[in-house]
């Protein structure tokens, strides 16, 4: 069963002027909560209040929105919450309005069952446009990922790889990348178009901490056959291994391993995480 609160209230509806329906004006964040605790809700907010920073959205105080995730989820243990921000309602036109108030839509739904591992994915068709204004954040307009998504209905396939218009690999439909191309760890990255994930923020840190940074690079629709590890990443997939990209088979082996090992120690850890029930 999924609950809902609206600007605070339990509620299912928001006014059919809001500039998030109407021109997708707004961000999102979907947060893992496990055990009681929300997964990295820090980096959350800040990547939160960089996004309305940048579409010059008013974010509301991070306190406010803690207090109102407690509220939704009650003595929920295992979940997974969803904070929509919008720019508020508005009138007709895409200038918006000097004075909006945002809206806030926190959402919460059950926490799926992790899928085995390793996994399949396969490449897309559809391509991100490129547009650096936007990269980086987690604003309303997926629609290139909901093009991407209709392409398969496989049940074995978990995810699709989307690259850009100039054809270089840029992300999942719904998750970060890491690759190995023999002794070579790249990570793509979202300058141009894209999320940068919380997940993969976290990936990072741990491969700076050991000392082998990832290259800030990619491969091409061409080059992924290359590719002799690939893991993705999620904040409610947590970091995993494919098995499969299309026909080509992959062999996660000790990097792979290590590199999930470490993520899973670091997940563990309650100071990244906030308590709320």
């Avoid at 979940?79 to 004075?99: D, I, M, N, Q, S």
């Avoid at 909901?146 to 719904?174: K, Q």
């Avoid at 002794?183 to 993969?200: F, K, S």
């Avoid at 990443?233 to 999930?260: D, H, K, M, Y």
Wanted: hydrophobic letters at 35%.
């Amino acid at each position: 069963m999924s609950s809902w609160l609206i600007n605070g209230k339990p509620a299912e509806q928001v006014h059919v002027n809001d500039r998030g329906l109407q021109y997708g004006d707004g961000l999102f964040e979907t947060l893992r909560l496990a055990n009681g605790r929300l997964e990295y809700a820090s980096r959350h907010w800040r990547r939160l209040q960089q996004g309305c920073e940048r579409l010059g959205i008013a974010c509301p105080s991070v306190a406010k929105i803690e207090d109102e995730i407690r509220q939704l989820v009650a003595n929920t243990r295992h979940a997974v919450v969803k904070l929509v921000l919008t720019r508020g309602p508005g009138g007709r036109g895409y200038r918006p309005e000097p004075e909006t108030q945002t809206t806030r839509i926190l959402g919460l739904h059950p926490l799926p069952e992790q899928p085995p591992s390793p996994v399949t994915v396969r490449p897309c068709v559809t391509r991100l446009s490129i547009n650096p204004v936007l990269a980086g954040i987690k604003h309303l307009n997926r629609l290139e990922q909901v093009l991407a998504r209709r392409e398969w209905n496989d049940a074995g396939i978990l995810e699709g790889l989307m690259y850009d218009t100039r054809g270089r690999l840029v992300s999942g439909t719904m998750s970060n990348l890491f690759l190995r191309i023999g002794e070579r760890v790249l990570c793509p990255p979202v300058d141009d178009c894209g999320i940068a994930g919380v997940t993969r923020s976290v990936i990072l840190d741990i491969l700076h901490a050991w000392g082998t940074p990832p290259e800030a690079s990619t491969v091409t629709t061409d080059e992924t056959g290359l590719i002799d590890e690939m893991l993705i990443c999620n904040s409610v997939l947590g970091l995993v291994p494919v098995a499969r990209i299309g026909e080509r088979q992959l062999s996660p082996g000790s990097w792979s391993r290590a590199l999930t090992d470490a993520w899973n120690a670091h997940r563990k850890q309650e100071e990244h995480h906030l308590c709320v029930t």
